[in-house]
C-alpha cells in the first residue's frame, strides 16, 4: 500500500455523477417546496392565519419547515391533490358534454327567428332553413 487515498473526485466520472446527482436533489427539493406552498393555498381546512403561519415558517426556514410541514400534514397533501384532479376532470367533462351537444332543433328555430327579425336573413332564407331544421 502507497497510502495515498483517493476520493471520488479523483475520477472524473464518478466526479460527474455526483455533480449530477445533488442537482437533481437540488432540483427534487424546490419541485417539493413549490408543492408545499400550493398545498397552503389550497387547503380549505386553514384560515387566513394558518396559512400565513405556515408560508412564512416554509419560506423563512425553508428546510425545517418542510420537513415539519411533510410530517404535521403531509397524508392530506396528496387527498387535497387528488381532490382538485377529480374536480378539475370533472369541470372539463361538464364542459365536453356540454359543448359536444347538438344543439335541439328548438333552439335552432329560435335562432332563427332572432336573425330574421334582426333582419339578417330574408324571410325566403329563413323559411328554407326551418325546413331543413324540421326535415332533420
Known amino acids: ?11 472524473p466520472l464518478l466526479s460527474m455523477f455526483w ?12 419541485v417539493l417546496l413549490f408543492r408545499i406552498i400550493v398545498d ?7 384560515g387566513g392565519w394558518g396559512k400565513a403561519g405556515w408560508l412564512i415558517f416554509v419560506v423563512l426556514l425553508p ?4 420537513f415539519v410541514y411533510v410530517i ?3 397524508k392530506n397533501m396528496g387527498r387535497r391533490q387528488i381532490e382538485q384532479a377529480q374536480a378539475q ?6 364542459y365536453i358534454r356540454q359543448t359536444a351537444t347538438p344543439p335541439s332543433s328548438a333552439d335552432q328555430l329560435a335562432k332563427l327567428s332572432e336573425l330574421r327579425s334582426k333582419g339578417d336573413i330574408t324571410d325566403e332564407e329563413f323559411r328554407r332553413a326551418k325546413e331543413k331544421i324540421l326535415a332533420a
Do not use: Q
Open 1 to 11: 500500500m502507497d497510502g495515498n487515498v483517493y476520493l471520488a473526485y479523483d475520477y
Open 19 to 30: 455533480t449530477m446527482l445533488w442537482f437533481f436533489v437540488w432540483i427534487l427539493w424546490f
Open 72 to 74: 404535521a400534514r403531509g
Open 63 to 66: 428546510f425545517l419547515g418542510v
Open 89 to 94: 376532470k370533472a369541470e372539463f367533462d361538464s
Open 40 to 46: 397552503i393555498f389550497r387547503d380549505d381546512t386553514l
